[in-house]
């Protein structure tokens, strides 16, 4: 048999980032300790010349290459840009904390970028193999980023309790990639959907398969009762390694849910409904409620990120176009009020003193009342007040799962939102309200500002017009799925 070698032009920019991870690395010991900045400019213009590329391959065809283990369609293209975008957002705004700490290296940039490659990796995968290579890709660079400050006790524990939940998460995975291996004979998602079609002699296996890659995925988007540590790494890790964890892998972790629930097990949606209903409804309850008690601000973020796992959770139970699209709007909002969140967080911090604390966030009006402004608008949203982003983001989830005839879920959904509104609101009375605990101005670089006035429009633009990232999303979705 001849050997026909496999088209490698969808997979350019992946090619493109792993060689510009070793230029990083070189250009940066080259550099040393004084010039740090060439290493940050050569990971800012990877990130650039991949949106590039991706770019310019971009088509509403779905492409299959590497025998069949590698797509580049429409929704791979779409979050690969929005990753792109988000992590040169993250480095932007994270740039003066990690110098600040002494976190500003080649090896922080380097795995910023493998973790980066990893996240692109599953959004293209269409084969269990690739998908679990780019999903342990990620998880291994975020273990080390979490423990990058070396003298700090508590990003030491973060890591050590998010590797455990890693391997909990990957032991999960194969265990029910295995089971449907077993039961369908393939690795390829497409053969897997097909194989499923036609029926299988063993569905009790394929069930109980698809019980363990649920609650593996579950682990990934800290969704309870799987969420257990989550609250812990957010809170240990460095604020920018946090910020980093809390956006763009969950666009990631997006496209491997589509790529596993809705490309390979779409045919067996009526049995993971229901298991997405249950963890719908527990991530919103725990989270919102757990949420309240919280004097931690990234302990009460990493409550609230399991609350809109919840959510996100939601626009899949309809199991169609509709249904999806309003989960990717969500994510893709959910990302734009972390991003701005976090780095209001990063914008109070200073050398020598970490803004972890609710109260740190008394009387920033009186100090900055633009930045009170920004962090205003992104509270509202997170809570889901119109006539931001948040809101129709939750409303077109809230849409999704009433036509798809779950009433009572959608009840409970809009009763937990009115829950959780509390703790935003709490932040909005101390920087208003409160007296400042201190009168120090706040600094920070004209790039941040200005990015970070971008963030904060954003959401309020998009709130109001919503309309052209609604068509992205479900142009994304028609065409992939």
């Known amino acids: 048999m001849d050997f026909i070698p496999p088209d490698f032009t969808p997979a350019y920019s992946e090619i493109f980032m792993l060689a510009m991870v070793c230029v990083v690395m070189l250009a940066d010991l080259a550099a040393g300790e004084k010039r740090r900045y060439v290493a940050y400019l050569l990971t800012q213009a990877t990130l650039l010349g991949c949106a590039l590329l991706t770019y310019i391959s971009f088509s509403a065809d779905t492409v299959y290459t590497f025998s069949g283990m590698y797509v580049d369609d429409a929704l791979a293209d779409i979050l690969k840009l929005m990753v792109y975008g988000t992590v040169s957002a993250v480095l932007i705004y994270s740039h003066r904390y990690v110098t600040d700490r002494g976190m500003l290296s080649g090896e922080y940039f380097s795995l910023i970028l493998f973790a980066t490659l990893g996240m692109m990796v599953m959004i293209s995968a269409s084969h269990f193999l690739t998908l679990y290579i780019g999903l342990e890709l990620l998880s291994l660079s975020l273990y080390a980023l979490v423990a990058l400050r070396r003298d700090s006790l508590m990003a030491t524990e973060a890591a050590m309790k998010f590797f455990v939940l890693g391997a909990l998460a990957s032991g999960f995975l194969l265990y029910g990639m295995s089971m449907v291996y077993g039961a369908t004979g393939s690795l390829h998602l497409a053969d897997i959907s097909k194989a499923i079609e036609n029926g299988v002699n063993s569905h009790e296996v394929l069930v109980i398969g698809l019980v363990f890659i649920v609650a593996g995925i579950s682990f990934k988007l800290s969704a309870a009762p799987f969420h257990m540590w989550a609250p812990d790494v957010y809170q240990g890790a460095p604020t920018a390694i946090t910020l980093f964890i809390g956006s763009a892998p969950k666009l ?176 909005i009375k101390f920087m208003y309200f409160d007296e400042p605990d201190t009168t120090e101005p706040i600094e920070s670089k004209p790039e941040v500002n200005f990015l970070l006035s971008v963030n904060g429009i954003a959401v309020l633009a998009l709130g109001i017009f919503p309309q052209a990232l609604m068509g992205l999303s479900l142009f994304a979705i028609q065409n992939s799925m």
């Open 252 to 427: 990631a972790a997006f496209g491997f849910v589509m790529r596993l629930l809705a490309e390979g097990l779409g045919e067996m949606s009526a049995d993971w409904e229901g298991m997405l209903v249950i963890l719908a409804i527990m991530s919103m309850a725990v989270g919102n409620i757990a949420a309240i008690a919280q004097t931690n601000i990234k302990r009460m973020l990493a409550y609230s990120t399991i609350s809109h796992m919840g959510f996100l959770i939601l626009g899949l139970i309809s199991a169609d176009w509709n249904g999806y699209s309003s989960a990717l709007f969500y994510v893709i909002a959910y990302v734009l009020m972390t991003l701005g969140t976090f780095a209001m967080i990063m914008v109070l911090c200073r050398s020598g003193f970490e803004a972890e604390n609710i109260s740190d966030f008394k009387g920033l009006n009186k100090r900055n009342a633009w930045y009170a402004f920004i962090t205003l608008l992104l509270m509202l949203s997170l809570a889901g007040i119109p006539p931001l982003i948040g809101f129709y983001a939750k409303l077109a989830v809230l849409q999704a799962v009433l036509n798809a005839g779950y009433i009572w879920v959608a009840v409970a959904a809009v009763m937990f939102s009115l829950i959780g509104a509390f703790y935003y609101l709490r932040i």
